[in-house]
């Protein structure tokens, strides 16, 4: 039960109102000539009377009562999901690209967790926050479909790796849900086809990720040294993964390394991480509360047209 400011405000207002159409009650020669007042109105007047007044008293106060219950599944683990977005996710290795094959595996992941929260980080050298989290699986899937490597171009910002940047940024994203009380340790998925050749050493940023028990799964993404274009000197251009250190982040936080070479392996990985994140949902039983205040609203407003019906009616029949 709790106070309500303006219900106390409408609950003054009414009762000084009831209190005029009491005073009228009683002094009824200003309306009515007491004459004219037939015995069976002027028992159910006063009761009407009374019904609002009581209806008024219990306005201000927010009582509830239990009309059913519930079962509802707490969806509360927080997902992160860093996705290298640098110029070698172009690679066709994977049909039709690395990164349309890691986009249309990640949409079939989010349906699958409809209602978590969910977040996209995109990175290459410079890391950014593409998609803030959100339970709304349809809106996460909308900015995703639009989403294309033509957004990130070929700049220096977006032709290096630096893993360390990205998994910092994510610990910072997390932090939101550190005070929350139904928090439980995040998961992290980290997409990668390269190696950590800028920013902050990794291996020092899961030092974090290990503290706090966070597991980091980590997906290896494409061939090694495949070729993927030549560069204006007619240099061959190949990718360039470091497969030691992917594996060395995913066990130092006790997660799971991935090695991704078709589009098969993606919804292999997503369906193990999707059933591990289902099977840690918890279930709570739920109070489905009735309110009053839903009610006495319409109370008021009845009981208060049924005494003006009464007045208007002993009105017209009064004799001259």
């Not at 996209?120 to 339970?135: A, N, R």
């Not at 139904?182 to 086809?193: E, M």
Request: some cysteine.
């Amino acid at each position: 039960m709790s106070f309500s400011i303006n219900g106390i405000r409408i609950s003054l207002s009414l009762i000084t109102f009831s209190c005029v159409l009491f005073f009228f009650n009683q002094k009824s020669k200003f309306i009515v000539p007491v004459r004219h007042l037939k015995q069976n109105y002027w028992f159910m007047y006063n009761i009407l009377l009374w019904l609002l007044l009581f209806c008024v008293i219990l306005l201000p106060l927010r009582i509830s009562f239990v009309s059913d219950k519930q079962v509802v599944v707490e969806k509360n683990i927080p997902i992160q999901i860093v996705l290298d977005v640098s110029l070698s996710m172009a690679a066709n290795d994977l049909s039709p690209s690395r990164f349309v094959a890691a986009k249309t595996s990640l949409i079939s992941l989010i349906q699958q967790l409809d209602g978590y929260s969910i977040s996209l980080i995109t990175f290459s050298w410079k890391p950014f926050v593409y998609i803030p989290f959100s339970s709304s699986s349809s809106a996460i899937i909308n900015k995703l479909q639009t989403m294309n490597l033509g957004d990130f171009p070929p700049v220096p910002d977006f032709l290096w790796t630096a893993i360390g940047d990205a998994l910092l940024l994510g610990t910072k994203n997390l932090q939101q849900f550190v005070h929350q009380e139904t928090y439980t340790p995040w998961i992290v998925i980290l997409i990668t086809d390269g190696d950590s050749n800028i920013g902050f050493d990794p291996m020092q940023v899961v030092t974090y990720y290990k503290k706090t028990q966070v597991p980091l799964f980590v997906l290896g993404v494409g061939q090694e040294d495949y070729l993927i274009g030549r560069d204006i000197w007619d240099s061959d251009v190949t990718t360039n993964i470091n497969l030691p250190l992917l594996q060395q982040l995913a066990d130092t936080t006790w997660g799971e390394f991935y090695r991704i070479l078709g589009e098969k392996s993606f919804d292999e990985f997503f369906a193990k991480i999707s059933q591990n994140i289902l099977s840690r949902q918890h279930q709570k039983i739920q109070n489905i509360f009735w309110e009053l205040n839903d009610y006495l609203m319409y109370f008021i407003f009845f009981f208060l047209l049924l005494l003006f019906s009464f007045k208007l009616f002993l009105h017209l029949t009064k004799r001259p």
